[in-house]
């Protein structure tokens, strides 16, 4: 029998070349996959060709702006990923074997207000349930939180998605209405019906652009043909409140920053927003540790109470003045 010629290059070296080949399969793009692996887009593309040579077979065909696997590029794909994905999660995996959960890390991204107002609950029971386990939060934009999941120097992200990217999964868990908010005086707060014609009089005040609230509000305003006027541009639904209940301008905003104790009219508007969603982001192909599992499945139980809080409280009148 004909012994198997040696691999030309070290195991360690075909596992780093394995790597990039699958972050560019599940990105569909050299400079995702570069910039997860941490290196340059010309060395991820000698890794692949080096692989193509060993393997004697074209792995990607460009489809405009993006590259897909080749047949045989899906055949290596199916075999590689469990082999890239168990040695990444090894050492999670090693550690929660070993000690259960009582050891380890877990390390979050999500955006100001997913921290402010949805992960505390669940970072508490989180962490009394696991108390050996060292939590890390990372406050940063929806943007930047998918590159920390795609470069794997986070477990899991929390947030808002609309559009979301093919490496890219999301599971919506909590809901929240839509909601215009103004200063107790403010001439809309009056009224016993308010229209996005009304709302497009008055200057509005908004995140800042690159965030999701201000493409919802874009999106809305130009299908009624409408034009609106922003005062003032404000990170943080906080800050957002504070400056319109002193009555600089009005806002939409979710149900999700608001607890009755504000200054505010609250008028539901639903009638021309949609609800938003919150939920678990994640990069495709990558296995959750035992961690993030756990987490996972603490934050769901949080939505699924909340669902179930709000579905036994009476709804209130919809478009009431001075309602907070």
Not at 105 to 113: N, P, V, Y
Not at 198 to 216: F, G, N
Not at 272 to 280: A, E, H, K, L, N
Request: hydrophobic share 40%; net charge positive; aromatic share 8%.
């Amino acid at each position: 029998m004909r012994k198997p010629s040696p691999p030309q290059d070290g195991q360690g070296n075909r596992l780093r070349k394995l790597r990039s080949f699958c972050y560019a399969a599940q990105s569909g793009s050299i400079s995702r996959a570069a910039e997860q692996a941490g290196l340059s887009q010309p060395s991820v593309s000698l890794q692949i060709q080096s692989l193509e040579v060993e393997f004697h077979a074209r792995l990607f065909q460009r489809r405009g702006p993006k590259i897909e696997l080749t047949p045989e590029g899906q055949a290596l794909y199916r075999l590689a990923r469990p082999l890239v994905e168990s040695l990444d999660s090894l050492p999670a995996t090693f550690h929660a074997n070993r000690h259960g959960l009582e050891a380890g890390r877990l390390t979050i991204a999500a955006g100001e207000s997913t921290i402010l107002y949805i992960l505390p609950g669940a970072i508490k029971d989180y962490a009394a349930a696991h108390p050996g386990i060292e939590l890390k939060l990372l406050n940063v934009s929806g943007r930047d939180g998918l590159k920390l999941l795609r470069n794997d120097s986070a477990d899991l992200a929390v947030g808002s998605m609309i559009e979301v990217p093919e490496d890219i999964s999301y599971t919506p868990a909590f809901r929240y209405d839509p909601m215009l908010i103004a200063a107790r005086d403010h001439p809309l707060a009056l009224r016993p019906r308010v229209t996005i014609k009304d709302v497009a009089r008055y200057p509005l005040i908004l995140p800042p652009q690159h965030l999701t609230t201000w493409r919802v509000v874009d999106y809305v305003f130009h299908k009624y043909g409408l034009s609106y006027r922003v005062a003032l541009e404000a990170g943080g639904w906080e800050v957002i409140k504070r400056y319109v209940a002193i009555g600089l301008g009005i806002s939409v905003v979710t149900s999700l920053c608001l607890d009755g104790t504000e200054d505010l009219a609250a008028i539901p508007f639903h009638r021309y927003f949609p609800q938003r969603t919150y939920g678990v982001v994640q990069r495709k192909g990558r296995i959750p540790s035992p961690q993030a599992t756990r987490f996972i499945e603490a934050l769901t139980a949080r939505a699924k109470d909340q669902a179930a809080s709000r579905g036994r409280r009476r709804p209130a009148s919809p478009g009431r003045p001075g309602q907070s």
